[in-house]
């Protein structure tokens, strides 16, 4: 399940060290290129919305097989696509359906005895975030040898293959009470009306995401052009540095189990703002570059361990519907920052992208620091 999970979530990431290669296939500009992202994420929003809830109303196995399917239907799709347009569709529809890690992670919390469903969420968690962290080197390294569209027919067969093993190894489950569906999706947003802590916390994620797309969106097209002119394989490496991101997802884990998720959520949009700030200054040093890389995802990890420690906090008898609409939240962060991201390097370049994700960084960071202030007891309800 681990395994399953990082492959369909990096499904979401392969296209970032590929946009200039895509770009000129299609012979479009980098804010069109850049719009595929967001056609990504939004798509990914949607699944969140309109999938997820189903995990509650359907046998699982069932569901995560046919998520599975249809997610190699859409990767296939895009490898195949001979126009810009057809790409953007199959994105987008490829982004509806990488959601099926979203249904394994209750499924294995359920599946798990109590006093072991900590350590089992957080190994299918890891898969989650080792999939995010190797989705960008294993792209680039393929594109580099066998040209962009390899890796959407490499996604397409992997998403096969696991949807066979799954399969075979998830457990059959009862029937379930029924449940109307339009009760499943709007129940989840309701509880961003009823819990403020949830909305503050939403609004965090989104921000920090927006942060975390951005850079990833536009750093393809810095290094791509001078002084640089790196290749997809090259571009793809720049991934690996976001191991220090799930490192500090375990230290902020610990320092959210020691009540001082105030400290960690002030330190982490902190670390958003210096981030762009040091890699606006330092953009054509690789040196600074890469350390302003490190710097966002230390950042961007810690925030959404903290956020998600806070709210599942809230009313652990609705955590799927909870973590619905804060997912929600937050890929509508991840396409607004692919979105601004894109026409701002195409309008000014890099500095320009790096003073945007400024702004968002304060975003997060002057709200949380007072946010920050109150207790969740103080927010909830």
Known sequence: MAVATGAIVANLYYLQPLLEQARGTFHVNEAAASSLVTFTQLGYAAGLALVVPLGDLLPRRRLVVAIFCASAAFMALAGLAPSFGLFAVATLAAGLFSVGGQVMVPLAADLAPEERRGRVVARVMSGLLTGILLSRTISGLLAHALGWRSVYYFAAGLM???????????????????????????????????????????????????????????????????????????????????AAGVLAANAA????????????????????????????????SVLLLGLGVVVLDIGSQSMQITNQSI?????????????????????????????????????????LSCGIGVVLGLSALLPGLWWSRRTVSDLSG
Not at 167 to 175: D, G, K, M, Y
Not at 256 to 281: C, E, H, P, R, W
Request: proline share 3%.
């Open 160 to 242: 096969l293959l696991l949807a066979l093993a799954l399969f075979r190894v998830l457990p059959a489950e009862a029937v379930r009470p029924h449940i109307a569906y339009h009760r499943l999706v709007f129940g989840s947003f309701a509880l961003l009306k009823e819990f403020s802590t949830l909305r503050h916390r939403a609004w965090l994620g989104a921000a920090s995401f927006a942060c975390f797309s951005l850079l990833w969106t536009t750093l393809t097209f810095h290094l791509s052009g001078a002084p640089f002119h790196d290749s997809q394989a090259t571009i793809g490496l720049w991934g690996l540095l976001g």
């Open 253 to 284: 884990g610990r320092a959210a189990d020691k009540a001082k998720q105030g400290t960690v959520t002030a330190l982490a949009a902190i670390l958003l703002v210096g981030s762009f700030a040091l890699m606006g200054l330092g953009g054509s």
């Open 311 to 351: 709210i599942f906090a809230l009313a652990p008898e609705k955590r799927s519907r909870i973590n619905s609409a804060y997912m929600v939240c937050y890929f509508l962060g991840a396409a607004s920052g692919s979105f601004v991201g894109g026409a701002a390097f195409q309008a000014g370049g890099w500095r």
